[in-house]
């Protein structure tokens, strides 16, 4: 039996509906177990920056690996390190720890990588040609 993706798309809405019909009655708790001054929006922030902040790592580690650039392009981390910054900017304005926090290190990381990409632009040609 093979499952259409309208079909699937029908039941995720459907299960999302349902998902979201059920938090009516809920509260915003901004109180934290763990720390009283630490929000509770925060640590969902840090947790959501983590994964978004180091999407990056995993191409600047083969391009520092491989000491070659091919296949790379370094518009991306460029144009993600410029909207960080801006984000950055957002953080500060609305006093939010994790966006300003995490966006620090995307524009490190994004940095670095555009910087990989032009120290090892020539490697690439190099070695397919050895």
Request: some cysteine; overall charge positive.
């Amino acid at each position: 039996m093979r499952v259409r993706p309208t079909t699937i798309a029908l039941v995720t809405v459907i299960v999302a509906a349902a998902a979201l019909s059920a938090c009516t009655g809920l509260t915003i708790d901004t109180e934290s177990l763990l720390s009283p001054r630490l929000h509770r929006s925060e640590i969902v922030g840090f947790v959501a920056g983590f994964g978004t902040t180091f999407a990056a790592v995993p191409d600047l580690l083969a391009m520092i690996r491989s000491r070659s650039s091919a296949g790379m392009n370094p518009r991306m981390a460029a144009i993600m390190c410029v909207f960080q910054i801006a984000w950055i900017y957002y953080g500060l304005l609305i006093g939010s720890r994790p966006v300003v926090a995490w966006n620090v290190f995307g524009v490190v990381i994004n940095a670095v990588n555009v910087w990989a990409y032009l120290h090892f632009r020539g490697a690439g040609a190099v070695t397919a040609t050895t």
